[in-house]
């Protein structure tokens, strides 16, 4: 087992703290990501929706001049 001295831990220790500041920033990109995913996501089933609406009523109303 190797021994280490107060310096080497001092120096794993703040490499972990900023690979933890590293993963802490992803997440945070992530989860901004996550978000601009879903609005995206509602937006388009909202035009989706409103699309098959008018489509139906183009529809119903098309078949009614006959």
Known sequence: MKAY?????E????????NLNAMNDLLSIMKLQNELLHNA???LK??????KE???KY????GNQK
Not at 11 to 18: A, D, P, R, S
């Open 46 to 51: 909202d035009e989706i929706s409103e699309f």
């Open 5 to 9: 001295t107060k310096a080497n831990l």
């Open 11 to 18: 120096q794993i220790v703040m490499m972990q703290l900023e």
């Open 54 to 56: 008018k489509s139906f």
């Open 41 to 43: 996501n509602k937006k």
């Open 59 to 62: 529809q119903t109303s098309k």
